[in-house]
T-cell receptor, first 111, second 115 residues
Framework: DAKTTQPNSMESNEEEPVHLPCNHS???????IHWYRQLPSQGPEYVIH???SNVNNRMASLAIAEDRKSSTLILHRATLRDAAVYYC????????????FGSGTQLTVLP | EAGVAQSPRYKIIEKRQSVAFWCNPI?????LYWYQQILGQGPKLLIQ????????DSQLPKDRFSAERLKGVDSTLKIQPAKLEDSAVYLC?????????????FGEGSRLTVL
């Protein structure tokens, strides 16, 4: 699986936007970019995924660079409940391959 | 819709004892995964089932870990005998399809402490 690189930790103020970066310079053409997050004492939960175009859902937005070698997860207005570890994961479409988690980014939201 | 159910939530055992974890995936989900998450690390896949067949168990320590998914629904993960380094959270996940963009749904996990 292609590797992703994320900062170990980030801080944000409550009610401000948060941009979580992810580098994936070895991404292949069939790799989707998935984001999951893990709240304290819970299992990971799906946030968003995309292939080439930017994506929006009720939780977040995903901005994908034109060359697809990096992406950014955007939380438009951070709340204290968004404090979690955020994982950026590449997953090939059409295969039975599982999600391979890295270390993720620990997001701290300050009141 | 009910989520992925796991039990027990917590288990404390002594090394060399055995333990079993149970998972009930979301109804209709064909694929089931067991992940191990050691404190401070991301989850690591142990085994993936498609219905009741094993798709990938390359990272399962088969000398002490075993898993089964009878009738393609519930699954059990067993550790026998346990070692100190098995202390971790064991996460079960399920998805409707085997790969591609299928979203994984995780349970809350079973936290194992080996003394």
């Amino acid at each position: 699986d292609a590797k992703t690189t994320q900062p170990n930790s980030m801080e944000s103020n409550e009610e401000e936007p948060v941009h979580l970066p992810c580098n994936h310079s070895t991404i292949s053409g069939t790799d989707y970019i998935h984001w999951y997050r893990q709240l304290p004492s819970q299992g990971p939960e799906y946030v968003i995924h995309g292939l080439t175009s930017n994506v929006n859902n009720r939780m977040a937005s995903l901005a994908i660079a034109e060359d697809r070698k990096s992406s950014t997860l955007i939380l438009h207005r951070a709340t204290l409940r968004d404090a979690a570890v955020y994982y950026c994961i590449l997953r090939a479409s059409g295969s039975a391959r599982q999600l391979t988690f890295g270390s993720g980014t620990q997001l701290t939201v300050l009141p | 819709e009910a989520g992925v159910a796991q039990s027990p939530r917590y288990k404390i055992i002594e090394k060399r004892q055995s333990v079993a974890f149970w998972c009930n995936p979301i109804s209709g989900h064909a694929t089931l995964y067991w992940y191990q998450q050691i404190l401070g690390q991301g989850p690591k896949l142990l085994i993936q089932f498609q219905n009741n067949g094993v798709v990938d168990d390359s990272q399962l320590p088969k000398d002490r870990f075993s898993a089964e998914r009878l009738k393609g629904v519930d699954s059990t993960l067993k550790i026998q005998p346990a070692k100190l380094e098995d202390s971790a959270v064991y996460l079960c996940a399920s998805s409707l399809e085997a790969g591609g963009t299928g979203e994984l749904f995780f349970g809350e996990g079973s936290r194992l402490t080996v003394l």
